[in-house]
């Protein structure tokens, strides 16, 4: 293998520990890291949405960007850049959110879920990797937003002193946020333990460009497994750690956070995969961007986070498998406002990518 290549697998390894870590330490099971499910907490303690279950500041959230930032800023790849149609990778954002909110979990919890024995994780693989094909589609047909331009450095450090801004109030006035006293929300690593965890992910995830949908892509693309290497070295290191420490439940009924709607839980990723391709990269490689700058991957967060919103606040976001008093499986999956949005999502990917594949780089 090429440095590059031990360099991916070695984060991905690293990636791996630090998630099984984190749910030894409290965070919910299989959810070691879950990038829009942590987003959405945040958004929760935030007061954009009113679901009392996932209310959280994830410290997650915080150490990737800081982590990633420190590690540009100490590489010198630091650039602050935006204007890349920013309003329509808010709207990108926030379909990338519902779609994963759907499935209860986004590509990196995906493969976490796989580690744990969660089959229906397998069934979003397929959808995720149905959805980048889509994208590659448009980006064959010359898909572009455009081009981004050189911004003043204070720009691209929004998304940073924002969430340390956020995160010193949290720590010295938790009182103001809503918090969760049950459910999800509710379970966590210790604080600065998660952040000082988190920064070394984030690092990691900079340093190896760590990105799901470019892994697929670039394999259906050019036959270039590079990034993909770090992925395989994830879910490998989560299902021995598993096995090991006896996390793992092989089966797609009543898994943790989870629900076994075979049929939405492939939608919704499809939506991940082909509105990931379109910005460019997972929600988890937009908050390494963003915090190397790119003002564009900070808009299309805040997206993400409104999505969050509007996913909780309409009822949008798929509910998890659970076990009635008579000892029977109740199925979770998504009501008719969540189906709904789904639809909607696809015409929304779909006019976006059909009018931007006519546009020119200028």
């Known amino acids: 293998m090429k440095k590059e290549r031990w360099i991916v697998v070695i984060a991905g390894i690293a990636v791996g520990i630090a998630a099984l870590l984190l749910q030894k330490l409290g965070n919910p ?5 879950c990038i829009a499910c942590f987003e959405r907490d945040i958004a ?9 279950k996932v209310q959280y500041i994830r410290p997650e959230i915080v150490g ?19 204007g890349s149609s920013p309003a329509i990778r808010f709207v990108l954002g926030a379909v990338v959110m519902i779609g994963a909110l759907v499935f209860l979990g986004c590509p990196l919890r995906m493969v976490l879920r796989l580690g744990g024995g969660d089959l229906n994780a397998l069934t979003a693989l397929v959808g ?25 450095k204070a720009e691209g450090t929004v998304l940073p002193l924002v969430l340390t801004g956020i995160f010193i109030l949290f720590l010295a ?7 969760s006293t049950e ?7 210790p604080v600065l333990i998660a952040l000082v965890i988190a920064i070394v992910v984030g690092a990691l995830a ?3 460009r760590l990105c799901m949908v470019g892994g697929i892509r670039d394999m259906m693309l050019f036959r270039d497994a590079h990034l993909l290497w770090g992925f395989v070295a994830i879910l490998a290191t989560v299902l021995v750690g598993n096995l090991a420490l006896g ?5 797609f009924a009543a898994q943790p956070i989870a629900h076994s709607s075979h049929l939405w839980n492939l939608l919704g990723m499809v939506l991940v995969g082909w509105g990931s391709v379109l910005l460019g990269g997972c929600p988890l490689r937009q908050l390494v961007l963003a915090a190397s700058g790119s003002g564009d991957a900070t808009v299309t967060v805040f997206g993400m986070m409104a999505g969050a919103a509007l996913a909780h606040n309409f009822s949008l976001a798929g509910g998890a498998d659970s076990v009635n008093e008579a000892g029977a499986l109740v199925v979770g999956g998504i009501g008719t406002n969540g189906k709904v949005a789904v639809l909607i999502g696809f015409a929304v990917l779909l006019v976006i990518s059909l009018v931007h594949s006519r546009l020119k780089e200028e």
């Open 29 to 33: 099971a299989n959810m070691g890291f």
């Open 44 to 52: 929760g303690a935030l007061g954009l949405h009113s679901a009392a």
């Open 64 to 82: 990737i960007v800081l982590g990633a930032f420190g590690m540009s800023v100490a590489r010198k790849e630091f650039r602050s850049m935006a």
């Open 128 to 152: 995720f990797a149905i959805g980048v094909a889509l994208g590659i589609v448009f980006l064959k047909k010359g898909f572009t937003l455009r081009r981004s331009y050189d911004t003043p």
């Open 173 to 179: 006035v938790p009182a103001v946020f809503r918090l």
């Open 183 to 189: 459910g999800p929300g509710s379970k966590h690593a």
């Open 206 to 208: 900079q340093r190896a």
């Open 247 to 251: 996390g793992f439940k092989l089966g």
